[in-house]
């Protein structure tokens, strides 16, 4: 089975092109360089990107600081828009605190300049990670 805290773990985060920068107990970091089928009509990252490296970004932190190496699974998340996301996006995430079932974490998403692009917290369910189904193309 894939590792978790490997990015490949999740096809569509793969897919975008998500590079993983740092993980350490509780804390991760992602980069992506935006490309132009990533955008919106404005030239900015369409906010499904922006929320999509923050969520990768927030479970990469919860399952780094797991004391008994579950996987987790985002339960909700609330997102704030600060600024329009342009070029390289990093995103830092933090796992602040655990129940028993439960992950509560924030992340921000910064430009190259330091930046505060967006701002999120999440709620992540804790739970063992289940087995992978590989999908076969139907061609």
């Known amino acids: 089975m894939d590792n978790p805290l490997n990015l490949s773990f999740t096809p569509f985060v793969q ?20 490309q132009p089928h990533q955008e919106n009509g404005l030239e900015a990252a369409h906010g499904g ?10 479970a990469l932190a919860a399952k780094s600081s797991d004391p008994d190496g579950l996987g987790v699974v985002t339960i909700e998340m609330k ?11 990093h995103a830092f995430g933090w796992c602040d605190h655990y129940s028993a079932t439960m992950a509560f974490c924030r992340a921000e998403c910064r430009d190259t ?5 967006a701002q999120g917290m999440g709620t992540f369910k804790r739970m063992r990670t289940l087995g992978r189904r590989r999908h076969k193309n139907s061609d």
């Open 15 to 34: 897919h975008l092109g998500v590079e993983l920068v740092q993980v350490e107990k509780g804390h991760a970091e992602i980069r992506l360089t935006l």
């Open 49 to 58: 990107v922006i929320m999509t490296l923050m969520d990768v970004v927030m």
């Open 79 to 89: 997102t704030s828009f600060l600024r329009p996301a342009r070029g390289e996006i």
């Open 113 to 117: 300049h330091g930046r505060v692009l």
